[in-house]
């Protein structure tokens, strides 16, 4: 009799939780790509594949690394003009991205690298560049003089280009986790950096919850509840240095050199594809609010949340009902 009521109990408790034995939660926390990241993975085999993803993003951060030596950006920064050899990951990404630099009409520009390291963004050592060297620098900076060969696997810029893919990293990690993860019929929530992935459905089929932190503080200025997709921000904010009281952050406009001032503090993107989110996050900031919706307009393939300097939030319609401003926060919300 006591062995039926234990049994009973258990079954009680494991309803009551959501939780059976192929949702087994195991979470952890780890430094890569220069950020903190979590991963919450529910799974029949959960620690395994928690291991599994962890190795994935340590592998990719050691073929996207800028500064890694062995990787294979560094070596395309290092050819000067030279036809490079690379995996065939990197191919893809590389012309991904570009194809995704086009998109965005250059606002996306992952050969602004030369740019990002003058401003000091790479080595934490801060510089403000005077306006000759700005000018120098762009003349290197054209995503259309990337050139890729997929069949051969191999990458070529021109002398005096470099490419950086800080931009996109996080989004296409989030996205090579997550088809890893589904594949093994497991799913989860993975903040790669303030970049969300989320995979599957929650075991009480609820939406996941993402914050969305506020650039000024430490808390979240929004919340959204999103099913299976890619939450990215983008933000001024999250690296930045201060000289004779003027703050300099690491968003670039390929146009002028200097970082992008738009009228946008962060941008987030909602996104089926998270390299795509990724990319466009970037994009959407240096554009400014009013090419940011336009941009939104003409597409309707992802959904945007906007925060203006005014204080305005812009929330695009697909998102609209699954929205939420934190209690405290007094900003005025236009959906579009
Ligand atoms: P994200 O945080 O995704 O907006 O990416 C910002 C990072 O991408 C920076 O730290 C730079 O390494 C790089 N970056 C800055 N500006 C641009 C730009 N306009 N296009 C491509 N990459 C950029
Ligand atoms: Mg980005």
């Not at 690298?113 to 900076?141: H, Q």
Request: hydrophobic content about 35%; glycine content about 8%.
């Amino acid at each position: 009799m006591k062995k039926i009521i234990c049994i009973l109990l258990a079954a009680a408790i494991m309803l009551l939780s959501g939780c059976t034995t192929a949702n087994k939660l195991d979470s952890k926390e780890i430094f890569a790509m220069n950020t903190v990241m979590d991963f919450s993975v529910y799974g029949d085999d959960s620690e395994q594949l928690l291991k599994d993803i962890i190795n994935k993003v340590n592998d990719i951060d050691s073929l996207l690394s800028v500064t890694n030596k062995n990787s294979d950006i560094y070596k395309i920064n290092e050819s000067n003009g030279a036809k490079t050899e690379v995996s065939a990951d990197t191919a893809k990404l590389i012309s991904d991205a570009k194809s995704l630099c086009e998109e965005t009409g250059g606002t996306l520009d992952i050969t602004v690298y030369p740019i990002v390291k003058a401003w000091g963004f790479t080595t934490e050592e801060y510089n403000v560049p005077d306006s000759e060297e700005i000018s120098e620098l762009l003349k290197n900076v054209n995503y259309s003089n990337i050139e890729v060969d997929s069949q051969q696997s191999t990458v070529t810029l021109k002398e005096n280009m470099q490419i950086d893919l800080g931009a996109v990293a996080k989004g296409y990690t989030g996205k090579v986790l997550a088809d890893y993860l589904k594949s093994n019929g497991a799913s989860g929530i993975l903040n790669l950096g303030g970049n969300v992935q989320t995979v599957g459905e929650k075991s009480d089929g609820s939406k996941w919850s993402v914050g969305i932190k506020d650039p000024s503080g430490s808390g979240a200025f929004a919340a959204l509840s999103v099913g299976e997709t890619s939450v990215i921000t983008s933000g001024g904010y999250q690296r930045k240095f201060e000289r004779d009281s003027v703050v300099y952050h690491h968003i670039i406009d390929p146009k002028t050199g200097y970082p992008a001032n738009n009228g946008i503090l962060s941008s987030t993107v909602i996104c089926s594809d998270g390299l795509r989110g990724d990319a466009l996050s970037t994009a959407l900031y240096v554009m400014g609010t009013e090419k940011a919706i336009e941009y939104y307009k003409a597409n309707k393939d992802f959904d945007m949340v906007l925060l203006g300097d005014d204080n305005t939030v812009y929330v695009t319609e697909g998102i609209k009902n699954d929205f939420k401003l934190s209690n405290g926060y007094d900003y005025s919300i236009k959906y579009i």
